[in-house]
């Protein structure tokens, strides 16, 4: 189930000083409008009772999907003994099966929801990301995945570049369903995991190893 949580909150521009809820966990098919507003960025916004400042609460959050069988930790501030306690409590309850992941952002919590929620993983979605980059000399940091567009496949990014955020598409990618699910196979032999570049060649090797 959802879980919420209160935060004492002093602002800096009135000095109003007030208790906002927050949500400390989400639970996807229960609370579609708290998923909704992960995935427009809003979930952490809130508004001064005393001068209408809008303030960013930015805390860990617990996403979890029951039916896609996802669960993803965002620890915003940086992974900490406390959490790194709670990932393992929480992870002695699940089923095997599931795909665990670690974001620090609520930009990444977005992206990997949306990524499983087009029925792709994100190891696959990040070899495009930085193959793309490289091609435009860019960080793959700088693709944002967006969607794709089930009649032809193509996948969809948000880029920032120097002259402002544009859209992107990567077409013609083959077997894309294919190889998902070997990357999907993947996550019996793994645990809490952060999705990165730096991270990415780890995994690979266990990708050819597994499948080679």
């Known amino acids: 189930m959802s879980k919420v949580g209160h935060y004492d909150f002093l602002c800096p521009r009135c000095r109003h000083s007030q208790r906002f809820t927050i949500w400390e966990s989400v639970t996807a ?12 960025g809003s979930f952490f916004s809130q508004r001064c009772g005393g001068c209408n400042t809008s303030v960013v609460l930015a805390h860990p959050v617990l996403y979890h999907d029951t039916r896609r069988r996802l669960a993803i930790w965002l620890c915003e501030g940086g992974l900490t003994k406390k959490y790194e306690d709670a990932m393992d409590v929480f992870g002695m309850t699940l089923s095997s099966g599931y795909t665990l992941r670690i974001v620090y ?9 949306a990524i499983f929620d087009a029925d792709l993983n994100d190891w696959f979605v990040l070899m495009l990301k930085m193959n793309a980059a490289r091609q435009n000399r860019m960080s793959s940091t700088d693709f944002v995945f967006c969607g794709i567009e089930r009649s032809g496949g193509d996948l969809r990014f948000e880029v920032s570049t120097p ?5 992107a598409t990567i077409s013609g990618v083959e077997n894309q369903e294919l190889i998902c699910a070997q990357w999907d196979e993947l996550e019996e032999v793994l645990d809490w995991i952060y999705t990165s570049e730096e991270n990415f060649y780890t995994v690979f090797s266990a990708f050819k190893n597994r499948f080679d």
Do not use: F, M, Y
């Open 105 to 113: 952002k609520l930009r990444e919590l977005a992206e990997t929801v």
């Open 29 to 40: 098919h229960l609370n579609p409008d708290l998923k909704s507003k992960i995935l427009n």
């Open 163 to 167: 002259q402002g955020k544009q859209l």
